[in-house]
């Protein structure tokens, strides 16, 4: 089940912006030292999850797509594509932002834009970013 929510001024700078900030996150390997997770993209053992939801991708559904099918998501739309506020009554909020990985990668684009095959993992990390 949909629910877009209206956007602030501050909202749409934070969901345009997040990719960026996480990506940066990514890249940075959140202070860690470890090779394995300098890779941009790629998802550390040091990241720390308090909720993880696990999906199967089929052919030709997008990530959002696959989530919206099975969990009350709210959502907003932005120029970049469709930022997720909430899942199943879990808020964005002090720091903490859903986030989504497929096949322990975080693909560049919005959820609505990345397009899952059969046999693809999709994770959803609700992550407290790291400062």
Not at 35 to 63: F, H, L, T, Y
Not at 96 to 125: C, E, L, Q, R
């Amino acid at each position: 089940m949909r629910r877009s929510v209206p956007l602030s001024a501050a909202a749409l700078a934070l969901a345009t912006g997040v990719k960026t900030i996480l990506l940066t996150l990514l890249v940075c390997s959140c202070g860690s030292d470890s090779s394995e997770n300098r890779n941009a993209g790629n998802i550390g053992p040091q990241a720390k999850d308090s909720v993880v939801i696990i999906m199967s991708g089929a052919d030709s559904v997008s990530v959002f797509e696959l989530l919206d099918r099975d969990h009350d998501v709210e959502f907003q739309s932005t120029i970049s594509g469709v930022f997720v506020t909430a899942i199943d009554s879990i808020k964005n909020g002090d720091g903490t932002y859903w986030i989504y990985s497929v096949n322990d990668s975080m693909p560049p684009v919005a959820a609505d834009a990345f397009v899952t095959s059969s046999g693809d993992v999709v994770k959803w990390h609700f992550r407290r970013a790291q400062r």
